[in-house]
């Protein structure tokens, strides 16, 4: 906590001033980086960061955040593990016992394949950090990409490490999604997994009422902006994979 800086409240584009730390002199700098009027409310920037972020530090949730982002799966083996039962659900079934046999070996050796595409691409990444913080002369701000779950932003970035094991299924052969359709099958069963549809929680805050507590609204504020995002990268993935067909 900053005194006086905290009383700034946050805006993500239409903010007047930045404040900057100078660490030799013990001291914070407030600079202006746009006219402020007399009388105007100033706004300073929170960084580019997620709703889960703003909900548990700040108390709040913005009402278009770009930077939101929403967790796909814990981790690379919990990926691999999904789009092989995926395989086995929805291909083996099909297929005679000596084909189930044989594929069965390919999707053990593309399981292994998947997860080392996983691991080569998290290498890449923490080197590219580690260049970043020698660059910088320090740290990098807020947890790395690294160290953090397979994650997609609502601009329709996708976690690296997650894009290489899905690519790596996809040219082995043994499943027929692509990487685009394999995160459009993740992220709608994940706006399945909601017990509420995102036009209802909508709806809920629009009309609100005196039994809408500031913490329920909060909670269904935050909870919509993640079905956003996911329909957000449903409707990303949709538009790529139709251009791809032209």
């Known amino acids: 906590m900053i005194p006086a800086i905290d009383f700034l409240n946050h805006h993500a584009t239409d903010f007047q001033v930045e404040w ?12 202006a980086v746009a006219a402020i009027s ?26 278009r955040n770009m930077s939101d982002d929403v967790e796909l799966f814990a981790t690379s083996a919990e990926a691999v593990e999904w789009y092989s039962a995926l395989i086995l659900e929805e291909q083996m079934p099909a297929l005679s016992l000596d084909d189930k046999s044989l594929s069965n070996h390919n999707l053990e050796i593309a399981c292994v394949g998947a997860l080392k595409a996983a691991e080569d691409e998290q290498s890449c990444m923490e080197a590219k950090e580690r260049e970043v913080e020698l ?21 329709g970035m996708v976690d ?40 209802a929680d909508a709806e809920a805050l629009s009309e609100g009422g005196e039994d809408m507590t500031n913490s329920t609204a909060l909670i269904m504020r935050y ?13 990303i993935c949709e538009g790529e994979i139709q251009e791809d067909i032209l």
């Open 135 to 155: 660059q910088e002369g320090g740290w990098l701000h807020g947890k790395r990409a690294s160290e953090t779950t397979l994650r997609a932003l609502r601009g």
């Open 223 to 235: 909870r919509l902006a993640k079905k956003v995002v996911i329909m957000t990268l449903i409707e």
């Open 160 to 199: 690296e490490r997650l894009m290489a094991l899905l690519e790596h299924f996809h040219i082995s052969g043994v499943g027929l999604l692509s990487p685009l359709k394999a995160i459009q099958r993740r992220c709608t069963e994940l706006l399945n997994n909601f017990d509420t549809s995102a036009e």
């Open 38 to 63: 007399v009388g105007e409310q100033v706004f300073a920037t929170y960084g580019d960061r997620s709703n889960d972020d703003f909900y548990l530090f700040y108390g709040f949730v913005p009402s």
């Open 20 to 31: 900057q730390l100078d660490v030799p002199g013990d001291c914070v700098s407030l600079m």
